[in-house]
């Protein structure tokens, strides 16, 4: 079901009609709607913890059938790719292979013009390209940073794994580092606390990659869902989080900081040990 709650919140924080479609996993034509039919309305964030999703869809469009999972199988994009190259394979031969597939495994296939449409999609998120601009403070990018470093216990001499949590301001390349003995949900959580304590303030959108304590994949793993807690940490600092999608590194622009061996000499950064 289409996420009318969360539109109608970004919009209140004042984000683009683009940033709030990627945000929320709809097309922004999607989000024009809503937002014009509430609009008209006068539907407006904030709202009552009653008014969910499935009421919105009612009040907003009571006419239209509420949005459901398509439960379609999806086609396995990176085997198309291939077999496009090869010569006299078409998109209608690789349709037809692909029911087959779909009615030997008892599942519901696309039609073809849904097929042909994913097949685009899939070809522009793998070519192309553009620079966005980002103004100061408006965005902050967050990951865990790759392997873990290492601290030595000075009585033992033990080596204690230490994994760095990572969130740099987009416009500057401001970051800030902060290690933790594991990457589970509470110290995601309390890494965002402490950053946004470093910074001084909170950013307008974060961004982070698919790490499993920020976005939940569902079966289909073309679709992104938001963990819930990291969903309510955000409403509560009115923030947005709009993951990068998956596999596509050029909307991850940290290359310098995540992932960079030269992070582990901690002297280059501030850097604290959460236990």
Same mark, same amino acid.
């Given at each position: 079901?289409?996420?009318?709650?969360? @539109?109608? /919140?970004?919009?209140?924080?004042?984000?683009?009609?683009?940033?709030?479609?990627d945000?929320?996993?709809?097309?922004?034509k999607?989000?024009? /709607?809503?937002?014009?039919?509430?609009?008209?309305?006068?539907?407006?964030?904030?709202?009552?913890?009653?008014?969910?999703?499935?009421?919105?869809?009612d009040?907003?469009?009571?006419?239209?059938?509420?949005?459901?999972a398509s439960?379609?199988?999806?086609?396995?994009?990176n =085997? @198309?790719?291939?077999?496009?190259?090869?010569? #006299?394979?078409?998109?209608?031969?690789?349709?037809?292979?692909?029911?087959?597939?779909?009615?030997?495994?008892?599942?519901?296939p696309?039609?073809?013009?849904?097929?042909?449409?994913?097949?685009?999609?899939d070809?522009?998120? /793998?070519?192309?390209?553009?620079?966005?601009?980002?103004?100061?403070?408006?965005?902050?990018?967050?990951?865990?940073? #790759?392997?873990?470093?290492?601290?030595?216990?000075?009585?033992?001499?033990?080596? @204690?794994?230490?994994?760095?949590f990572? #969130?740099?301001?987009?416009?500057r390349? =401001?970051?800030?580092?902060?290690?933790?003995i594991?990457?589970?949900?509470?110290?995601w959580?309390?890494?965002?606390?402490?950053? =946004?304590?470093?910074?001084?303030?909170?950013?307008r959108?974060?961004?982070?990659?698919?790490?499993?304590?920020?976005?939940?994949?569902?079966?289909?793993?073309?679709?992104?869902?938001?963990?819930?807690? =990291?969903?309510?940490?955000?409403?509560?600092?009115?923030?947005?989080?709009?993951?990068?999608?998956?596999?596509?590194?050029?909307?991850? /622009?940290?290359?310098? @900081?995540? #992932?960079?061996?030269?992070?582990?000499?901690?002297?280059?950064?501030?850097?604290?040990?959460?236990?």
């Amino acid at each position: 079901m289409t996420k009318y709650r969360e @539109i109608l /919140r970004l919009a209140s924080l004042g984000l683009s009609q683009q940033s709030i479609a990627d945000s929320c996993g709809v097309s922004k034509k999607t989000v024009n /709607r809503v937002l014009k039919r509430a609009k008209e309305m006068g539907i407006c964030w904030p709202l009552d913890a009653n008014e969910t999703d499935a009421v919105l869809a009612d009040r907003l469009f009571p006419s239209a059938p509420k949005q459901a999972a398509s439960g379609r199988k999806m086609p396995d994009f990176n =085997y @198309i790719q291939k077999e496009l190259l090869r010569n #006299g394979v078409n998109k209608k031969l690789l349709w037809t292979e692909y029911l087959v597939e779909c009615r030997q495994s008892g599942e519901e296939p696309l039609m073809y013009s849904q097929f042909c449409y994913h097949i685009q999609q899939d070809e522009q998120k /793998r070519n192309a390209t553009m620079h966005i601009g980002r103004n100061p403070g408006e965005q902050v990018e967050v990951d865990w940073a #790759g392997d873990p470093a290492y601290i030595t216990d000075p009585d033992t001499g033990e080596m @204690i794994p230490a994994w760095l949590f990572v #969130g740099v301001m987009t416009y500057r390349q =401001y970051p800030f580092v902060e290690a933790f003995i594991n990457e589970k949900q509470r110290a995601w959580i309390t890494a965002h606390v402490h950053m =946004y304590e470093y910074f001084g303030g909170v950013a307008r959108i974060l961004v982070p990659d698919n790490t499993k304590t920020a976005v939940v994949h569902n079966k289909n793993w073309y679709t992104q869902e938001l963990n819930a807690v =990291y969903h309510e940490m955000a409403e509560h600092y009115n923030t947005a989080i709009i993951p990068a999608r998956v596999r596509a590194p050029k909307d991850y /622009r940290q290359k310098s @900081i995540i #992932g960079n061996p030269g992070l582990k000499s901690v002297n280059t950064v501030d850097f604290r040990l959460d236990i």
